[in-house]
Every structure is written in structure tokens, then in C-alpha cells.
């Protein structure tokens, strides 16, 4: 494959991976649907952009550049950024903020720090010192399936406000995302559809094709090139 990830898990409460990866030559990848915001920064051709990228509802084949790196902080379902409400920023709106000579770009009226690989929690532990990101504990107690204090309906508008999307939606891509990871590490489609939750084979490869693109036997063929993803618990059926 011509892209490829290193990620590593996070103690902050507002993270949920850090991953970096590089391509040495230029090809064409599968972005799959992700219910997270990621903070990425990009370093290509001399440049550098740092981009705030939203949840994704459905998966595109995007085209990607050789020689290019990029370090991103994925952050955990609940955090959400101050300033600028996630249902904006859904399906590739995504932003780009200034940069500076000095490492740095602009975000909020501030200079700040562009993060690495290594110190990506310093930095978002200054973000939420400096109020510019936030948790709603309503999110990832609906996501473990806490009981809630809220009413339904205020639940529901709590997820939708702080994800961009509903919590429904959310479990789909949670379950193709966990799918589409077993079919990489070799697991039988049928074993898949069981461990998965899919009623059958027709199922897994509609769910597949919308949100992570390409067929389970695609998939499991390792024929094509999928986005960063990595081992989890599948999300709770339904």
C-alpha cells in the first residue's frame, strides 16, 4: 500500500488516537465515513497546513499526493470545539487556518504551537485551558450506554448538537469501521457478518459500500487502500 499509519493511544481525556502517516508515491484512498474531529497537519511539497476536519457521513475515493506527511490528533466523540459548532464543519467543510514562519498558526485570535506526533497532548491540554475546546458528558455516556439522567429527546438533541449527527448514524459507521478492520486482518466475511451484527452478507456490503467504499471482498482481498483505522470494540447493535 502506498500509504502508511502509525498511531498510538492517548491518556488525554479529549483524545482518542494520535497517527501519523506518508506516502511515497501518490495513488488514490478510500476515506471512510468517521463519526470523530480530527486536527491534521499536513506537510507537502515544502508547505505546511494545519485543517480541522468534521465527522464524515459518507466514504469518497480521494485522490492523495506522493512525498506528502501528515500528523493528526483524533479526538474523542463528545469533544467538541467552542467556536465553531461540528454540524458545520460535516462532510468535508472542513477548515484551514493560517499559518506562520515560526511553526505556529492562527486559531481564535491566537498564535498557536503547530502539534507533533510526540506532544500532541500538551497542546490539547492548552486548548482546553484556554476554553477553546469542550467535553458534553451526555455523548460518550450515550455511546457506553450509561443510563441517562436526560430525557430521551434531550439526549438525542445533546449528540446531535455535539456530533453533527444522530446516535444511530453514529453506531453505523462505528460497525462498518469494525467490519471493514476484520476484513483487513482476514477474518471471513460470514465470520465478519456474525462478529459485526449484520443481519446477512447483503447487509454487511451496503453498509460497507456507503461507509467505507469499497465491497468486503474488495476489502478482504486487500485490493484497495482505506483510510486510518485501527482495532476496537465493535459499537453496541441496534
Known sequence: ????????????????????????????????????????????????????????TRAAPIVCPANGE??????????????????????????????????????????????TFENAEGFVQKLAREGAIAIDPTVPATIEGDRPVLSRRSVQRHFLR?????????????????????????????DVVHSAGYFDQAHLTRSLTRLVGPTPTAILRNEVQLSFSYEHEPAPQG
Open 1 to 56: 500500500m502506498f500509504l502508511t499509519f502509525k498511531d498510538r493511544p492517548s491518556s488525554s481525556p479529549y483524545i482518542e488516537r494520535v497517527w501519523c502517516s506518508h506516502t511515497h508515491t501518490g495513488g488514490v484512498f478510500y476515506s471512510m465515513a468517521e463519526g470523530s474531529l480530527e486536527l491534521v497537519v499536513t506537510q507537502l511539497a515544502g508547505l505546511c497546513r494545519v485543517t480541522l476536519r468534521g465527522p464524515v
Open 162 to 190: 455535539v456530533t453533527g449527527m444522530t446516535h444511530a448514524l453514529f453506531r453505523q459507521i462505528q460497525r462498518a469501521r469494525y467490519a471493514a478492520k476484520l476484513l483487513c486482518g482476514g477474518t471471513s466475511i460470514l
Open 70 to 115: 501528515w500528523v493528526a490528533i483524533r479526538f474523542r466523540v463528545g469533544t467538541h470545539f467552542m467556536q465553531r459548532p461540528t454540524a458545520l464543519l460535516m462532510d468535508h467543510n472542513d477548515i484551514d487556518f493560517p499559518t506562520v514562519r515560526d511553526k505556529r498558526f492562527w486559531f481564535a485570535g491566537a498564535r498557536w504551537e503547530i502539534p
